[in-house]
Nanobody, 121 residues
């Protein structure tokens, strides 16, 4: 059974940092793309960042480029999202996903339960 378990969310002041983790289990993900998406209240789920597990190639939404970094640790089957210089508009539930696409949620096969990130003034 495939499981993606996010952790690391919480409350942080604007300008602060958080690191999200996504522990993947249940299958081999070497051919997959691992992505982070987020959804704020009343808004659609949006792409944040993705990484090709095999090559490590990373992709970012323009809104987070230069502030967020996605990485993976093969030995732990874990993907990370380092978030720096957080802004209030980064407040959302963050989801980890595994699939064949990059920026489109429909191309992802597996999803975690989400972790809340709240950025205060």
């Amino acid at each position: 059974q495939v499981q993606l378990a996010e952790s690391g969310g919480g409350l942080v002041q604007a300008g602060g940092s958080l690191r999200l983790s996504c522990a993947a289990s249940g299958r081999t993900f070497s051919s997959y793309v691992m992505g982070w998406f987020r959804q704020a209240p009343g808004k659609e789920r949006e792409f944040v960042a993705a990484i090709r597990w095999s090559s490590g190639s990373a992709y970012y939404a323009d809104s987070v480029k230069g502030r967020f970094t996605i990485s993976r640790e093969n030995a732990k089957n874990t993907v990370y999202l380092q978030m720096n210089s957080l802004k209030r508009e980064d407040t959302a539930v963050y989801y980890c996903a595994a699939g064949r696409g990059l920026t489109t949620p429909d191309r992802y096969d597996y999803w975690g339960q989400g972790t809340q990130v709240t950025v205060s003034p």
